[in-house]
């Protein structure tokens, strides 16, 4: 005879009640999700799109480039996105429920990340209103960019990025970025 699995639904209570232990829970959706620390070639990689995108979103006014340990916060989902873009918060006892939605969340695969960074994060983050999501593929060297209201943009050589308020595009040439 086959029983029903039940699966837990996690709570921010509980996420925020694991230990600080080098690894990142995230919750989306009641589902917990444990990431171990990532690897040289994933922070190598965030570490050369930070180089690229800071100047860029600091002449543009488009807030700050913000990296792990800085969350996302959206009807009971709180996740670490390896990058992201958004208005800092202006008050200081301000919490990151009352922070902006990001214009840009940027995922790293890594093989432990690929299919929730696929499935549950990008339907997290159109949910929520994210202006543009990257999904970097070190393996095929790619970046797969999904928009509002368009079709997903899956780029090889170069991508080119044009947020609300910024005067001109930022083209990334992916020799910089992969190295």
């Known amino acids: 005879m086959h029983m029903a699995t039940v699966t837990k639904r996690w709570t921010l209570e ?5 230990p600080d232990d080098g690894n990142k829970y995230e919750l989306v959706r009641g589902e917990l999700f444990v990431t171990p620390a990532p690897t040289n070639e994933h922070e190598t990689i965030l570490a050369r799109l930070t180089r690229i995108l800071d100047p860029y ?4 006014g488009l807030g700050y480039v913000y990296h792990p340990r800085a969350v996302v916060r959206f009807d009971g989902c709180e996740v670490e996105p390896d990058l992201m873009v958004r208005q800092p918060l202006v008050r200081d006892d301000a919490t990151w429920d009352d922070a902006s939605i990001p214009v840009l969340v940027v995922e790293v695969f890594s093989g432990s990340t690929r299919r929730r960074d696929q499935d549950q994060k990008r339907s997290l983050y159109a949910d929520a209103g994210v202006g543009e999501y990257w999904m970097i593929d070190p393996e095929r060297r790619t970046i797969t960019a999904v928009r509002q ?3 997903d943009l899956v780029s090889s050589d170069h991508l080119s990025w044009s947020p609300p308020g910024a005067s001109l595009p930022l083209v ?8």
């Not at 979103?57 to 543009?60: D, I, L, Q, S, W």
């Not at 990334?172 to 190295?179: C, E, P, S």
Request: charge should be neutral; proline fraction near 0%.
């Open 14 to 18: 509980e996420l925020h009640s694991l």
């Open 172 to 179: 990334i040439d992916f020799r910089k970025l992969f190295g």
């Open 57 to 60: 979103v600091e002449a543009n």
């Open 149 to 151: 209201n368009a079709k």
